[in-house]
């Protein structure tokens, strides 16, 4: 069996020496509200949702699409992260002003009266165990992982982020029309220009504020989470969405190649919207799907067949994944889950695997428990 | 009266709003080019037309004779429209843009869109509130994609189009209006409805479409989807395959066969 072996030694009775060495980036492992990842040494943040880091393909109305975009910041807002907000349509501020505010789970309460309820559910236990007689004197100990290990919060989407929170928030802000009005000789802003001015202000921010190390002694480290809201719409003064043959149909894909750049460089992760069904060369959005680590696009029921399908009665639409980061990784896409549904409930928005959504039609009270994934 | 097949929007739909937001108390700025401002006003009683202010876009759009009070294509920037409100009284004001498709024939769309949504602001800082922005589009006038575009912009899209055959009688020609509307909370509302324009450009509605107007995909409106139809996999067995199933000896049982 061949042996890699790093700073010399032999391998020994079919032992390999291999070491793998600790990457330096195991530091960063006290940067608040993320955790290594032990496949690939990436660092993983939550980002709201679990794993979706990406870009997102908006449904007709931009409905869920913006509920996942607020999501991604809310999440950095919990953690502590910095945050930059571009957006060509609605102002950054009032964006964050209806992020949804974190539901602080059962967990942290228990912690306060949790002695309270491990007498309580001894005491029933020792009546219903009969077979497992032997285990009915252990504590009732909580099966929830290590809080090191768990990243991510639930939100309740029917209630906004207090202020006391946002304030407490570093964040930075782009916004189109502004952008124009600092400089009103330029008329309108194609989107070269747009894309342009986007780039250097977030590698302005990137490189002041110390995400990619060029202050490294100074400031403890922390993450900047990006959320581009609408790429490529119309208001960026992009023309893709309205004609198959744009007049420069690589602005989106050379800004995106930078971005990534960017963002390789740097402890940064980002969310970026797209009116894919808008868009109308298809080939476009093949360019962007390569360009990105994660590719997620939303269809949502409103105004179609669906709407009126029993099947889909208690979902608001489907997820397609359509690619998931191999970031560091030799491996090819082996996700066996490619169909997801998703629902939006008065607090909590939900993901299944859309075949469960069968079960729930045909014997709702045995599967009146959503499974959601991680 | 109206001529509908050749500007349907256009001849209902301002008279329509415009006494209603007169009535209201609002200026009306109409920035008028497909028609001259005498034919536009024809008909509307007089405590409206004292609301409404007509820039005319129409008479001269190159600016050739440069006579004042003319607006031209050029000037639809956001700091050119808020000129032009800042000219009406103060308060809150609708802007009417007669018609979108005009200047969408001049000027690019994402110009256009970005000046539009630039237009609240600058009037803003010149002390005008813009209330609302009614714009109208030919539809067929261009290609699906800049339409879908336009409409993932706005709050609320109302389509025309004349009514089937046989729907009402008499001379005014009813039309199907098909509404959507966003809502601040993400709700989407959509409504059809039928509708005639009397005399004195009041709406009257007739009734929306009972589904009587045959549908491609179902012809049957009682029947809905059946999802257990169709599967790849059977939901219920059959007595033989039950029985077979009930004789079949699980790997980890012990049985007398093992």
């Known amino acids: 069996m061949a042996a890699l072996a790093t700073g010399g030694g032999m391998p020994s009775d079919g032992a390999t020496s291999f070491q793998r060495k600790v990457p330096a980036s195991s530091r960063l492992a006290t940067i608040a509200g993320t955790r290594p990842s032990v496949r690939h040494g990436q660092l993983l943040l939550s980002s709201g949702l679990p794993s979706l880091d990406c870009v997102l393909e908006e449904d007709k109305y931009s409905i869920y ?15 502590g992260h910095n945050l930059f907000v571009a957006s060509a349509k609605e102002d950054p501020a009032d964006i964050l002003k209806e992020l949804p505010a974190p539901l602080f789970d059962d967990a942290h309460k228990n912690q306060v009266n949790e002695k309270e309820t491990a007498i309580k559910s001894k005491q029933e236990s020792q009546e219903s165990m009969k077979i497992a007689w032997r285990y009915q004197n252990l504590p009732r100990i909580e099966v929830s992982p290590a809080a090191s290990a768990r990243i991510g919060h639930y939100y309740d989407v029917s209630k906004m982020v207090s202020p006391e929170l946002l ?36 590698q302005r921010i990137i490189y002041q504020e110390g995400f990619d190390g060029s202050y490294p002694q100074k400031k403890q480290k922390n993450i900047l989470r990006i959320g581009i809201q609408s790429l490529g719409s119309v208001l960026w003064g992009d023309d893709i969405c309205c004609t198959d043959n744009p007049e420069d149909i690589y602005s989106l894909t050379k800004f995106l190649y930078v971005l990534r750049g960017l963002l390789r460089m740097s402890l940064s992760a980002c969310i970026i919207t797209v009116p894919a069904h ?27 067949e669906r709407e009126t399908n029993p099947l889909y009665k208690d979902y608001q639409g489907l997820i397609h994944v359509h690619k998931i980061p191999r970031l560091n990784s030799l491996i090819c896409d082996v996700s066996g889950t490619k169909d997801l549904a998703f629902r939006l409930k008065r607090k909590l928005f939900t993901i299944e695997v859309r075949e469960t959504v ?17 | 009266t109206p001529l509908w097949p050749a500007a349907p929007l256009r001849s209902w739909l301002i008279p329509v709003s415009s006494p209603l937001c007169a009535s209201r108390g609002e200026s009306v700025h109409v920035f008028g080019f497909e028609i001259p401002e005498e034919e536009f006003l024809a008909g509307f009683d007089p405590d409206v037309t004292v609301r409404l202010l007509y820039q005319d876009g129409f008479t001269d759009p190159l600016r050739w004779t440069g006579e004042a009070g003319g607006f031209g294509a050029e000037e639809f920037t956001a700091l050119g429209v808020a000129g032009r409100l800042a000219r009406g009284p103060a308060g809150p004001a609708t802007v009417v843009l007669d018609s979108l498709s005009w200047l969408l024939l001049r000027q690019p769309l994402p110009a256009v869109c970005q000046t539009l949504g630039r237009i609240p602001r ?39 189009r004349p009514a089937p055959e046989g729907m009402g009688s008499g001379e005014d020609a009813p039309r199907l209006a098909s509404m959507l509307q966003r809502k601040g909370t993400g709700k989407v509302l959509t409504k059809e409805e039928y509708f005639t324009v009397l005399a004195g450009f009041t709406p009257k509605a007739l009734g929306e479409p009972t589904g009587s107007v045959p549908r491609d995909e179902d012809a049957d409106p009682h029947s809905t989807v059946d999802p257990t139809a169709n599967l790849t996999f059977n939901l219920r067995l059959s007595d033989t395959e039950r029985r077979a199933r009930d004789g079949m000896p699980l790997p980890f049982h012990f049985s007398a066969q093992k």
């Open chain 1, 65 to 79: 699409s913006n509920l996942l975009f607020k999501y991604f910041l809310a999440e950095g807002i919990v953690c």
């Open chain 1, 167 to 202: 304030q407490s928030t570093k964040w930075h802000r782009f916004f189109v029309p502004e952008e124009m009005s600092l400089h009103p000789e330029i008329k309108t802003c194609n989107m070269t220009c747009g894309y342009t001015r986007l780039l250097q202000s977030i």
């Open chain 1, 278 to 304: 808008l868009i109308q060369n298809k080939a476009i959005m093949e360019r962007v799907t390569n360009l990105s680590d994660t590719v997620v696009g939303l269809e949502s029921f409103i105004g179609s």
């Open chain 1, 358 to 374: 069968l079960f729930h039609y045909l014997e709702p009270e045995r599967w009146s428990k959503s499974y959601h994934l991680v």
């Open chain 2, 122 to 160: 600058a009037a803003a800082s010149a002390g005008l509130r813009v209330t609302r922005i009614l714009a109208l589009l030919h539809e067929d006038l261009h290609p699906p994609g800049l339409v879908e575009t336009l409409r993932s912009l706005a709050q609320a899209v109302v389509g025309v």
